[in-house]
């Protein structure tokens, strides 16, 4: 079945610097991988997704990319705010929610 | 309220008892899902329902028994559960298979946090 990596596990930036987090996956069949972020106590809530047939999707300061070839997408986040300190988590699926496999998270502090 | 609401939002029980979790979702779709968040595994997927069936099964104990009655209510039934079951149980919800939508966001429920005893 589908394995998916992240990294790192924790990261701590200076506000208005960038973050990268970083995911594999192993099933080539995969199409979907979504990025969710869960804040202290609540919800996981969907931020970005990209699909197969697009390399790169961006939204503000949020971007996803993919490399279907390696098998490993990545969220940069630019000109971090405090407010983006959570949890983050990558996914990736065949869609309709079906195996869809999370990754083990990367809690991001931003700090002032 | 609007989309998905999860009842309880703690529970403490003891390894003898029975109890059971229940799942709304107020968005129209037809997936739904429980997973187990704990410390060891951060989202791990449990059961997975499309139009009612249930389509996945991750190899998850006995003692918890899901059960959906329609397209709008999940359950998930505990019983004989050990301290490691402790944890955060979310459920979220998503169009599903036959709706058209090939790529399908889950809206999660604010989960209901398991203490065993």
């Known amino acids: 079945g589908e394995n998916v990596e992240q990294h790192p596990s924790t990261l701590s930036v200076q506000e208005g610097d960038s973050a990268v987090i970083k995911c594999t996956y192993s099933?080539?069949?995969?199409?979907?991988f979504p990025w969710y972020k869960q804040e202290l106590g609540k919800r996981p809530q969907l931020i970005i997704d990209i699909r197969s047939n697009v390399g790169e999707k961006k939204d503000q300061r949020i971007a996803v990319t993919l490399n279907k070839t390696a098998k490993h997408f990545s969220l940069h986040i630019t000109e971090t705010q405090p407010e983006d300190s959570a949890v983050y988590f990558c996914?990736?699926?065949?869609?309709?929610?079906?195996?869809?496999?999370f990754g083990p998270g990367t809690r991001l502090s931003v700090l002032p | 309220e609007t989309g998905v609401t999860q009842t309880p939002r703690h529970l403490v029980m003891g390894m003898t008892n029975k109890k059971s979790l229940k799942c709304e979702q107020h968005l129209g779709h037809n997936a739904m899902y429980w997973y187990k968040q704990s410390a060891k595994k951060p989202l791990e997927l449990m059961f997975v329902y499309n139009f009612k069936e249930q389509t996945e099964n991750n190899s998850v104990p006995s003692r918890f028994s899901p059960e959906c009655p329609n397209s709008s209510h999940l359950f998930l039934h505990l019983h004989t559960l050990q301290p490691e079951d402790s944890a955060l149980y979310l459920c979220?919800?998503?169009?599903?298979?036959?709706?058209?939508?090939?790529?399908?966001?889950?809206?999660f429920g604010p989960g209901t946090r398991l203490t065993v005893l």
């Open positions: 996914a990736a699926s065949m869609g309709y929610g079906q195996n869809f496999v």
């Open positions: 099933d080539s069949a995969s199409n979907y």
């Open positions: 979220a919800s998503s169009q599903g298979r036959a709706s058209g939508g090939v790529y399908n966001e889950q809206f």
